[in-house]
């Protein structure tokens, strides 16, 4: 039979509130060591992106490429591997013209707005020329998409899939889903030429 005491005990120990962290880093005084403390936040925030990412989105999967339309589309099966690694170096080249060019990034998605800074009044010369040589690779780029047949509608798809990152299209219908390989294709094949050269040297 339980005691008053031990009854009392219980009560007690029933209302302290949530039970201490168990392996935690702590000082000489009991308190926990604030890196500690952030980390575990960290894994836990992880940890419930991760778990809304399956809910949401139906992939039982880890995968970073879940974390974006154009990756979903990869672990679909809808697009090649090749086909989602030329669309994550166009995203990337346009993403890199926008910020030397001091271009807001047009998707929503990707705005800061606590970490929104103007550029200086006076341009250097080796940024003036990095920003030049981004505007070249994205005209190129968007030449090389207009240049495919259906152009417009090929250019149109890979931006929104790959820049605006337009969830809806991860569900995009066959014949929109031909202009986004087609425009991928496209990529990969400039891509090549770019790395080893019409005449399969490296340049």
Known sequence: MTSKAQKLRAKRKAQLGRPRKANAERFACGK?????????????????ALAARKRMHGLDTTSAFAGYTLGRLFLDGRITAEQREAGDDYAA????????????????R????????????????????????????????????AGCEEGRQVKT???????????????????????????????????????????????
Request: glycine share 8%; aromatic share 8%.
């Open 157 to 203: 798809t890979i931006f929104n899939v790959c820049v605006m990152d337009y969830e809806g299209l991860r569900l995009m219908p066959e014949p929109q889903l031909a202009w986004l390989r087609r425009g991928l294709n496209a990529l990969i094949f400039d891509k090549g030429l770019r790395e080893y050269g019409a005449g399969g040297v490296f340049v």
């Open 32 to 48: 926990i060591r604030p890196e500690w403390s952030r980390q575990e936040s960290e894994k836990e925030a992880m940890a419930v």
């Open 110 to 145: 990707a705005q800061a707005l606590d970490r929104v800074a103007g550029h200086p009044g006076e341009t250097s010369e080796e940024r003036a020329r990095m920003a030049l040589k981004a505007a070249d690779r994205m005209m190129r780029l968007e030449g090389v998409l």
């Open 93 to 108: 080249a346009m993403a890199r013209y926008y910020h030397l060019n001091g271009i807001p990034y047009p998707s929503v």
